[in-house]
Structure formats: structure tokens, C-alpha cells
């Protein structure tokens, strides 16, 4: 008898119909001899629709965080009653659990709490007498009993936490994709699904737009060693198997390209080229809570240089506006210029580190095909460009067929 961790998104349990079909999915994995502990997600909108409410109830304030963490676990908690009944109605004994009375205990950090500790004693029990455990997602709880949320998509950290506080034997993450793809099969139909990849991998292609999981569960499951399969809940196709990396891994220059649209690049020119002038910058942006991506900074020749650096572009007029109280401060003719349509195309590999020339072999495609690059950044596992928006499309599809990612 094996314990296994399965999880379903917002989109597997997005109708009553999606969550009869994965009552049906669980029930079938328990009566193949195995233990099972389902966590669910809200449905799919419910957490925004939420949010939207809370925004309406608030007006000109600001919701205040803990009422919003007892608002959004809400969404989880309905999810939770009904698969559970759903599972009842087919003559199983399931029960639903909220992140709470799991024993999953957070900081009080409200709506990104991180999990401290899980005492997973009662779950075993439940499990033990046969149940099957139905379990909140992105909620726990503080010390002192208060109810927290862990982020957004955060009902996948709180699979991959579980499955490691009970030392599952599986923990599978099902979701509306097959896998992880060699880049977005909607851009590049050839693409093909990745049977095996590194977390390292995963968490590059995560952060340069391939958004399958929850960053920050990926980061989890490598500290903690949790295997896990990410998979379609829609067929029984198999899935992509996320592990610390092997060795036959390495033999594979590129695992993935990842395409991120709607991107601009914020410059601000005239900057004393001294110390203090980045940390100042991007102090002043970080403060708002903006994710800045790459950063460049040219060379200076008189003292005075340029730094730029991406954002999305919706966040462009955010980024402006926290620079603006110390552009004095940066030099005596500092300006700020945005501009958008662009977007960013990485490719990640962990043989990037035992097989040279991967750049160069990128920027010639790239320059074969007329297109043109803009910025450069590199990592020990991935290189990213940016490019005309407008170029993106083809560029992945050069990019794929110069690593040859379709082939086996
Ligand atoms: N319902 C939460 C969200 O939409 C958590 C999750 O789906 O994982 O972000
Ligand atoms: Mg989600």
C-alpha cells in the first residue's frame, strides 16, 4: 500500500461536473490499494471573484489582511465540502480538512504566510481508519489560531508540504496540461512534453514565464527532496517527473524554451556612475513590491551612465512613479524613459554547465533569422533575450528547432 498526495487545481474542480470527475479519479486511486490524500484548489475565478468583492466592500481603503486570508480560504473550503460529499455520495468515507485542523501551522504573514511546521498526526489517523483525505489548499493557520493564505496558487506548496510531513510515496499535481512542455505548444505546435526535469530547471522556466507551479513550492520541494509528477487531470497520460537532478539530465544542453510577453524596459540615462546609484534604484523599486527582471547598466566614459532594467508592463507607471522622488539624487539631468512591446525568450538547461558555446549557437539563430536582440542576461542555467514583441512567436520556433527540441 502505497501514500500518495494527489492535487487538483482550480480548473480540475472547476464545475460540478470537473469535481465529480476527480472524486471519481481519487476513489479509483484509493481502491488500487493506496492511501490517499486529495488537496484541491478553489474553483477556477472563485479567488479572484473574491477579491474583487473585498475590493468592492473597501472602496478607497485597503482590505486589511487578515480579514482577507478568513475571505480567500473560503474559496478552498467549498472545494473541500464538496469533494468530499461527492466522494460520500459514491459510498466512499472521505472527509474534508481545512488547512487548520490538518495541523499546517504558518508565520502571520497574511496572504503569503509561510508554512513553519505541519503535525501531521491527525491526518494519519483519518487515514488509518480509512478515510480518504480531502485537504484546503494555500491555508493554514499561526500559533495563536489565526487563519492564513500562502500566495497566490499556493494549494500546490501545500501539496508538496504534506508530502513531505507524511512522507508520501507520490505526490502528483494534476492540472488542466499534460506537463511541462520544451516551450508553449501553442507557439510552437512541435513541442513536445518533458518526461524528467530538474527542480533547478523547473524554477528557471517558472520565472522566465513557463508558469506551471507555484515558484515557491518548487523551491520547497527541492529543500525537502519531494519527488513529484506534474500531470493532466483530463486523461491518464503520463506527466513530467520534477526530481533532483542525474546525471543522464546533463546530457541534454537545453531542456526547455520559455517565451514571456508584454515586457518593457525602463531606462534611466544621465546616472552618476558611483556607489550606492543601483543600490538606490532598485531600493526605491523594490520598496513597491515590483518585480524587476533583467538589469543592465552600460559602461560609463564620463562618469555617467544609463541602467535599465524590465518590468511588465503594466507595472511601468509603478516603476516611474517610485523613481521619481530620487532622480535628483542619481545625477543633475537623470530621465526616466519606458518602452514596451517586448518580450523575453530564455532557454534553460542544466547541460548548459558542461557544454560551451550555447550562446553563441542561440544569438546566431537568432541573427539567421533577422531577429534582433535587445538585452542579454545569463544565469548558470539559462540565457534570456529580449526581442520585438512582434518577433517573439518566431523566435521561440527558432529556438526550438536550433536546440532540436522536438526530436526524442
Ligand atoms: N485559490 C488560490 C489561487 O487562486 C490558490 C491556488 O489555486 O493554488 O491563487
Ligand atoms: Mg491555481
Redesign the pocket.
Known amino acids: 500500500m502505497s501514500l500518495i498526495v494527489q492535487k487538483y487545481?482550480?480548473t480540475s474542480v472547476g464545475t460540478p461536473e470537473r469535481i465529480l470527475n476527480v472524486a471519481r479519479r481519487i476513489l479509483e486511486t484509493q481502491q488500487a490499494g493506496n492511501q490517499v490524500v486529495a488537496v484541491v484548489?478553489?474553483m477556477?475565478g472563485?479567488?479572484?471573484r473574491l477579491i474583487e468583492l473585498a475590493n468592492e466592500v473597501t472602496g478607497e481603503n485597503e482590505p486589511t489582511e487578515r480579514e482577507m486570508d478568513v475571505l480567500?480560504a473560503t474559496?478552498?473550503q467549498t472545494t473541500i465540502a464538496l469533494t468530499a460529499m461527492a466522494l460520500n455520495a459514491m459510498g466512499s468515507k472521505a472527509v474534508s480538512l481545512t488547512g487548520a485542523q490538518a495541523g499546517i501551522e504558518t508565520d502571520g504573514v497574511h496572504t503569503k504566510a509561510r508554512i513553519s511546521n505541519i503535525s501531521p498526526a491527525g491526518v494519519h489517523e483519518l487515514l488509518d481508519d480509512g478515510n480518504i483525505v480531502i485537504l484546503a489548499?494555500?491555508q493554514g493557520k499561526t500559533p495563536d489560531g489565526k487563519i492564513t493564505?500562502?500566495?497566490?496558487?499556493?494549494?500546490?506548496?501545500?501539496a508538496i508540504a504534506m508530502a513531505a510531513a507524511i512522507d508520501a510515496d507520490l505526490c502528483q499535481i494534476f492540472t488542466d496540461v499534460d506537463g511541462v512542455y520544451t516551450c508553449d505548444p501553442r507557439v510552437v505546435p512541435e513541442a513536445r512534453k518533458i518526461d524528467e526535469i530538474s527542480y533547478d530547471e523547473m524554477l528557471e522556466m517558472a520565472s522566465s514565464g513557463t508558469k506551471v507551479m507555484?515558484s515557491r513550492s518548487v523551491e520547497f520541494a527541492k529543500k525537502f527532496g519531494v519527488v513529484f509528477e506534474v500531470r493532466s487531470s483530463l486523461n491518464n497520460n503520463p506527466g513530467t517527473l520534477v526530481k533532483e537532478e542525474t546525471m543522464s539530465m546533463e546530457s541534454v544542453v537545453i531542456r526547455g524554451v520559455s517565451l514571456e510577453r508584454a515586457q518593457a524596459k525602463v531606462t534611466i540615462s544621465g546616472v552618476k556612475d558611483k556607489p550606492g546609484t543601483a543600490g538606490k534604484i532598485f531600493g526605491a523599486v523594490s520598496d513597491t513590491n515590483l518585480l524587476v527582471d533583467m538589469i543592465v547598466q552600460n559602461v560609463s566614459q564620463t562618469g555617467i551612465t544609463d541602467i535599465s532594467f524590465t518590468v511588465h508592463k503594466d507595472d511601468v507607471a509603478k516603476a516611474e512613479k517610485a523613481l521619481e522622488p530620487i532622480l535628483s539624487d542619481l545625477g543633475d539631468d537623470t530621465q526616466v524613459e519606458a518602452e514596451d512591446g517586448i518580450a523575453k525568450l530564455s532557454v534553460v538547461g542544466i547541460g548548459m554547465r558542461s557544454h560551451s558555446g550555447v550562446a553563441a549557437e542561440m544569438f546566431k539563430a537568432l541573427s539567421e533569422a533577422g531577429i534582433n536582440i535587445e538585452m542579454i542576461s545569463t544565469s548558470e542555467i539559462k540565457i534570456t533575450v529580449t526581442v520585438a514583441e512582434e518577433d517573439i512567436d518566431r523566435a521561440a520556433q527558432v529556438m526550438h528547432d536550433a536546440f532540436g527540441l522536438a526530436e526524442e
Do not use: C, I, M, Y
Open positions: 487545481g482550480g484548489s478553489a477556477s472563485v479567488t479572484n480567500l474559496g478552498e489548499g494555500f493564505t500562502l500566495g497566490r496558487g499556493g494549494s500546490d506548496l501545500t507555484q
